[in-house]
């Protein structure tokens, strides 16, 4: 039911800054709980960070102070300021929509995903 589109990826410099939004569409009240997600090569899909219907957030650690997840939901978008970023951050992105527990991390618990966006950060 829910589609969702990721875009502002690209390739920056070590301690460049990149804002990664997802349009969604199909939207429903339980895709107010929405989260960003990466994948490494070589290294399982993470959780990066994630907001409930009261703009409550929560973050992994390494992205604590870096980074920054945010809605617009007039325009059905979430957003992913990311600032200092470094080279352990190139990964694909993916947005993702409709956990099982609000603010969860786990890539499991979420029902929806976007198609990815590349993020490269090169020394």
């Known amino acids: 039911q829910v589609q969702l589109v990721e875009s502002g990826g690209g390739s920056v410099q070590s301690g460049g800054s990149l804002r990664l939004s997802c349009l969604a569409s199909?939207?429903?009240?339980?895709?107010?709980?929405m989260g960003w997600f990466r994948q490494a090569p070589g290294k399982a899909r993470e959780g990066v960070a994630a907001i409930d219907t009261a703009y409550n957030t929560r973050y992994a650690d390494s992205m604590k102070g870096r980074f920054t997840i945010s809605q617009d939901r007039a325009k059905n978008t979430l957003y992913l300021q990311m600032n200092n970023l470094e080279p352990e951050d190139t990964a694909m992105y993916y947005c993702?929509?409709?956990?099982?527990?609000?603010?969860?991390?786990?890539?499991?618990?979420?029902?929806?995903w976007g198609q990815g966006t590349q993020v490269t950060v090169s020394s």
């Open positions: 993702a929509a409709d956990p099982i527990v609000a603010l969860s991390l786990l890539p499991s618990q979420y029902r929806y």
């Open positions: 199909g939207y429903t009240y339980r895709s107010d709980y």
